[in-house]
């Protein structure tokens, strides 16, 4: 079986200028924030962010913000990040929201190699302008096209050297749709186990989405923020 372990320098140095990066998390639990902070160290420039949330002002993801390396966010929602608000105001970050179940299932989509999908929500909302639509028997639906990116960090509860792995509660929600539909996928790992070190059923997210695994030394405050 093939040993993913990766330096952090070395997977992160693969992301360049104008790469579009998902950033698995729910809010603090299974956001990368040792990932992020390599990302901020190493500075690519004109980013696409993918992710739930932008953090709270001062965390994760608005560290990328603060150092003006993001061009967009797609996410579902920034009202915990003031900083984020005032730069979407001021026009100097583009911002595409989605309700978070269509997020999901936009990034779910793309990992299982489809185009998009149909739906009624947010039909006559703001969030409907400028979407195709279509009509099939008798309704009008949106096309929600798929996301995709061309890498993805991940917070892992564990893993082994293949890159299997497992989340701990919320963390869940984002990161095993964002392994598979990222091109590039590059985690970091609380605690590395031996192949075959979880059991099958417990696996979250299988070895071969995985490219590169970091092991981490150890957690910031950052990582204790919410008590998982």
Do not use: W
């Amino acid at each position: 079986m093939i040993n993913k372990r990766t330096s952090i320098e070395e997977a992160i140095a693969k992301i360049g200028d104008g790469a579009v990066v998902m950033v698995g998390g729910f809010g603090v639990p299974g956001t990368p924030f040792t990932l992020i902070e390599e990302l901020v160290r190493q500075n690519p420039r004109r980013l696409t962010i993918i992710k739930n949330d932008a953090n709270e002002a001062g965390m994760g993801v608005d560290h990328l913000l603060r150092n003006g390396q993001v061009e967009r966010l797609v996410v579902s929602h920034i009202g915990l990040n003031p900083h984020a608000i005032q730069l979407k105001n001021e026009g100097r970050i583009e911002v595409e929201f989605c309700p978070q179940g269509i997020l999901a299932e936009r990034i779910r989509a793309a990992g299982a190699g489809l185009a998009g999908f149909l739906t009624d929500i947010a039909m006559e909302t703001l969030l409907a302008e400028g979407k195709p639509r279509v009509e099939l028997d008798g309704e009008e639906y949106l096309v929600e096209r798929a996301l995709e990116a061309d890498f993805a960090l991940i917070h892992a509860h564990a893993a082994d050297p293949f890159g299997n792995l497992t989340y701990a509660a919320s963390a869940r929600n984002f990161s095993p749709l964002m392994a598979m539909a990222a091109d590039t996928v590059i985690v970091e790992a609380e605690n590395m186990v031996a192949l075959g070190g979880i059991a099958p059923e417990a696996v979250h997210t299988p070895g071969p989405f995985v490219d590169h695994v970091v092991e981490l030394q150890e957690l910031s405050e950052a990582y204790g923020v919410v008590r998982r």
